[in-house]
């Protein structure tokens, strides 16, 4: 009777705490994803994250994370690759979000190790080389924070307007040569993105062809500048605002002697616009085409 009785009891239990558990785990998920503090210190994640509906749980971010305007009233942390430790610990958050690869990796190495000490997690999400990749980013985002269907709308979206572009694409019968220039000058030398990278795919999407003469991100000359003769100079915003006008902007040195110059084709362009893929890359593509075959 008594080992009859103790059977019972335990086969009770059991059941009991299987059955919260059973319960308690989605209940515990939707706590953990409703209490999330996210610091994203990537550019393309932190747009991502707003674009399905999850920027509240972002509580820092980078300095290159810029879109949507809502960044900037999130705290910052320092460059992605010269993060602050003290800046992020301070967040109390529970995940860092970051993009792997080479060229949107994050350091300093004693700040990484750092985090890791305190106890919070980083989380590295591939990088995006090409429209299905990003796609596929988009896709394994939503289904993380349990969205999917916001996710294939952002997806359907990036592939109409993408579409959008190839067949305008179709109308243009010239190519013009596009240089793409991140900031001012020092000593007279500009800072452009060259032929390597997001910028040179927007800019052969949109109909042009980039101008630079050099592979990835470098410093010019004033005379290289002049001798490469673009006809579409696509300034960013930080070195276009430092100018304050497009009219200061021709008078600099060899870009005065520019076909760009000359017939007024010096445009500001957002920098987030041009150097990572995601949701509005579609749109941005349509955006730049508007600019350089302006006539």
């Known amino acids: 009777m008594k080992m009859k009785h103790l059977i ?31 610091v994203c210190v990537s550019k393309q994640l932190t747009e991502l994250l707003f674009a399905l509906g999850q920027g509240d749980k972002i509580v820092g971010v980078d300095l290159s994370s810029t879109y949507p305007p809502e960044t900037k009233n999130i705290t910052t942390v320092g460059y992605h690759r010269m993060l602050s430790a003290e800046g992020i610990i301070s967040l109390k958050p529970t995940v860092v979000f970051y ?53 294939e709308e952002l997806g359907s979206k990036l592939d109409a307007d993408m579409n959008k572009a190839a067949e305008r694409l179709k109308t243009y019968d010239t190519k013009p040569k596009v240089l793409v220039i991140h900031y001012g000058r020092a000593s007279n030398n500009y800072f452009v993105m060259g032929k390597k990278g997001t ?37 960013t915003d930080f070195g276009y605002d430092r100018m304050g006008s497009e009219d200061k902007f021709v008078e600099l040195p060899g870009i005065s002697l520019t076909p760009a110059a000359k017939n007024h084709k010096i445009y500001r362009i957002e920098e987030h616009d041009l150097i990572y893929l995601g949701p509005r890359t579609g749109e941005n593509v349509l955006k730049i085409m508007d600019l350089i075959h302006k006539q």
């Open 199 to 235: 910028q040179n795919s927007m800019i052969e999407w949109a109909g042009g062809v980039n101008a630079a003469d050099t592979s990835g991100f470098k410093l010019l000359s004033s005379e290289v500048i002049a001798a490469v003769q673009p006809d579409i100079i696509l300034a």
């Open 8 to 38: 019972i009891i335990l086969l009770a239990s059991t059941l009991f705490i299987s059955s919260c558990g059973r319960f308690s785990n989605k209940e515990n998920e939707t706590k953990t994803k409703d209490s999330m503090r996210i």
């Open 99 to 151: 993009n792997g690869g080479t060229d949107a990796s994050i350091g300093p190495e004693h700040v990484i190790k750092q985090l890791k000490e305190v106890g919070i997690p980083l989380k590295e999400y591939p990088g995006t080389p090409n429209i299905d990749s990003t796609k596929i980013l988009i896709r394994q985002l939503a289904k993380e924070f349990d969205v999917v269907q916001k996710g």
